[in-house]
């Protein structure tokens, strides 16, 4: 079954750091891009990283970089894709979501996983 599933979020004060999983089950999202997503309350959901095929090339929203790094690794049959999050601050409380769009029309989210700092 194709899907994706974000693991890894949690409470943590301001300062800490989290480090969020996309697993990416289904062999085609290893040839496709990775992206993560977040959406705080009230607010659109907002691009935060992406991540090439290979890993070798990531773009990041203005508001994380030097933070957050988006690393990824590919097996087989799965894509997993990580999101190391570091120097976290109470604005980055959002649910985080992982996407893939696979054959330019095909575009997979995951159900989202919830990270909330604290001040």
């Known amino acids: 079954q194709v899907q994706l599933v974000e693991s890894g979020g949690g409470l943590v004060q301001a300062g800490g750091s989290l480090r969020l999983s996309c697993e990416a089950s289904?062999?085609?999202?290893?040839?496709?891009?990775m992206d993560w997503f977040r959406q705080a309350p009230g607010q659109e959901r907002e691009f935060v990283a992406s991540i090439t095929r290979s890993g070798a090339t990531t773009n990041y929203a203005d508001s994380v970089k030097g933070r957050f790094t988006i690393s990824r690794d590919n097996t087989k049959n799965t894509a997993t894709v990580y999101l190391q999050m570091n120097s976290l601050k109470p604005e980055d409380t959002a649910v985080y979501y992982c996407?893939?769009?696979?054959?330019?029309?095909?575009?997979?989210w995951g159900q989202g996983t919830q990270v909330t700092v604290s001040s």
């Open positions: 996407r893939s769009i696979v054959q330019g029309a095909n575009v997979y």
């Open positions: 289904g062999r085609i999202f290893t040839y496709y891009n």
